[in-house]
């Protein structure tokens, strides 16, 4: 992903899909259980090493904080995906914003150096969100195909859910759901005082749990209109 001086100059910065997530109650570990924390953090470090993130996606991790850049949406979002195993396997949750826009980087001896309106918009989402979720930003296509997934494989292989008038993208998949939801009931007994978090990540898991569409109107009247969900249904049938 680096970029010459030849090409900054040019002006041929790419667009880039940008995701920028924190993991919460981290700073408040840290500072009150260093040592505890310390060893989770390294568990979590071998996790993200061994997991077969997508080649496509670059990820940076500084402390609490995850940078995954991307050409492309679709490994984005899996990749997303693949950092909410890491972080509930370890009972932690994330926040976070993903923007598109402009991006320009330079890693050389060991330093990274990042000029990005996409980061600079996911950061400022990031810091709106108030629950444990992963957020596209309003500029950020959709593609139908993202949506078409959860008809085709299930509410827990789509990529994307649309929750509380957002789309966020989905915490679980087919082998990480039970057991998902049991770590975020513990922890909303262990810290009652963020209980509304905690409940808003356990009602979007109610409403998956119950094969709610989680796609917006606009999306299942286009499907609808296309006959791609009456498609999908006669597939199965």
Not at 3 to 31: K, M, T, W
Not at 125 to 136: A, M, R
Not at 190 to 198: G, L, N, R
Request: net charge negative; with cysteine.
């Amino acid at each position: 992903m680096e970029q010459s001086d030849q090409s900054l100059a040019e002006g041929a910065i790419p667009n880039r899909y940008v995701a920028f997530c924190d993991v919460l109650g981290f700073s408040h570990a840290v500072e009150n259980h260093f040592e505890a924390t310390i060893r989770l953090y390294k568990e979590f470090q071998k996790r993200i090493s061994d997991w077969p993130f997508p080649e496509k996606a670059n990820i940076s991790v500084y402390s609490d904080s995850i940078l995954i850049v991307c050409d492309e949406l679709p490994p984005l979002l899996y990749a997303v995906q693949s950092l909410w195993f890491a972080t509930l396997a370890q009972n932690w949750l994330i926040r976070g914003g993903i923007a598109y826009g402009k991006y320009w980087e330079d890693r050389s001896n060991g330093n990274l150096f990042v000029v990005s309106d996409a980061l600079v918009r996911a950061v400022r989402l990031e810091s709106t969100v108030k629950v444990p979720g992963v957020v596209l930003s309003s500029e950020v296509e959709v593609p139908l195909a993202a949506w078409v997934a959860r008809f085709r494989d299930g509410p827990f292989s789509a990529p994307l859910l649309h929750f509380d008038g957002l789309n966020v993208v989905n915490p679980f998949n087919p082998y990480w759901f039970a057991s998902a939801r049991m770590r975020v009931v513990q922890l909303r007994d262990q810290f009652p005082q963020h209980s509304a978090k905690y409940e808003w990540f356990l009602k979007m898991s109610d409403q998956v749990a119950a094969h709610e569409p989680l796609v917006p109107d606009s999306v299942i009247k286009e499907l609808l209109a296309r006959g791609i969900i009456e498609n999908i249904r006669e597939k199965r049938e």
